[in-house]
């Protein structure tokens, strides 16, 4: 397997294979966040190139691995290029998109009409509120504790500024362009919330977790010794990074290219094309840089993801989503918990 900045690839060599004559091409994108590239999504790879249900249909697995020293509007405009000249209107995509790569994917698609993509997963991105410097040296610290690699903040370099400013940048893009580009696609919002109102630091540190998101927690003092910046206030829940209210379009308070559609999530509405997905109990379990690794998240990608691909024309009249929330079986609901406002 190998992996290449700055294109759009393909992660395996399936896309010859044989297909039904006008059969779309069924396709799933990763991107990335920030101080990270597309090997953080090996695992979510290897699980779903192995599922028999991906294989059945022939899903190809690419992404887009950019730099995310550029603005989120450079590449998103990037990103619905590599889109475009990779896919048509008759093949069916879905993105999944952790941190940053959310804000990417939501501008590509605001701001040129893909209709092959259906569906985008925002895994721990921070859709509103600003991510302040302090919480993103926090998150170079914590890749560097994890993967042994060497970051540092460039405060003046675009993405990086972008990311403590996203709500406003998306705001403006949005009123530039056109909401209506993502009218019909789906969008599903996943949070990491394991610093949750019950979990103590006791309990956290007896856990063996990440001695930095516990810092966050613990205070100003013992932060201050670890991460050089300044102290981090996050109002629970959150995922040591993005807090639940930011990554929760339902809890927006500016309006995004989805307000017509958060207020309309009960299963008897119209066709909404939005939903937050709290997984239970793994969601409290997950930090920042565990969310897009873990089974049932994994799990839960693949499964809306099939939805998606099998939905045929005469299902227009409704979503991915809904068409999803209406199959759930008993243990579904014991495992998913779906807010609306």
């Known amino acids: 397997m190998t992996w290449i900045r700055d294109e759009m690839h393909a992660l395996v060599d399936n896309v010859q294979e044989v297909r039904e ?3 779309p091409r069924l396709a799933i994108v990763f991107i990335h966040g920030i101080y990270s590239s597309a090997k953080t999504f090996e695992p979510m790879f290897v699980a779903m190139r192995d599922s028999r249900e991906m294989t059945q249909r022939l899903v ?33 995509v879905v993105i999944v998109a952790h941190s940053m790569g959310g804000l990417v ?55 990086i500024a972008d990311l403590t400013r996203a709500s406003t940048i998306l705001e403006s893009y949005v009123e530039r362009h056109s ?52 102290s981090i206030k996050l109002a629970r829940p959150h995922d040591g990074i993005v807090e639940e209210t930011s990554n929760n379009l339902i809890d927006c308070q500016a309006w995004h290219e989805k307000n017509d559609s958060v207020g309309r999530q009960r299963p008897d509405s119209a066709a909404y094309t939005y939903l937050h997905v709290r997984i ?56 998913y918990d779906i807010p609306d406002r």
């Open 21 to 23: 004559a006008d059969a």
């Open 60 to 92: 190809e697995f690419w992404y887009y691995d950019y730099d995310f020293h550029n603005s989120i509007e450079d590449n998103g405009g990037t990103f619905a290029q590599l889109l475009s000249r990779h896919f048509t209107d008759r093949d069916k």
């Open 105 to 159: 994917s939501r501008l590509a698609l605001v701001g040129r009409r893909l209709s092959f993509v259906k569906l985008l997963f925002l895994l721990g991105t921070p859709n509103s509120g600003a991510v302040r410097l302090a919480q993103l040296g926090l998150l170079s610290g914590l890749i560097q504790e994890e993967v042994g690699g060497l970051f540092a903040l460039f405060p003046r370099k675009a993405g």
């Open 280 to 335: 239970k109990p793994d969601c409290r379990k997950l930090d920042h840089v565990q969310l897009h690794k873990d089974p049932k998240v994994i799990s839960t990608v693949e499964r809306l993801s099939i939805v998606a691909f099998d939905r045929t024309q005469s299902d227009s009249r409704t979503s991915c989503l809904k068409t999803w929330v209406e199959s759930f079986t008993d243990e579904d609901r014991r495992s």
């Open 179 to 230: 909401a209506s580009n993502v009218h019909d696609i789906c969008y599903a919002s996943i949070p990491g919330l394991v610093f949750h109102k019950e979990m103590g630091m006791v309990r956290y540190f007896r856990e063996g977790r990440s001695k930095l998101f516990g810092a966050v927690e613990v205070g100003s003092e013992i932060l201050s010794q670890v991460v050089p910046f300044f």
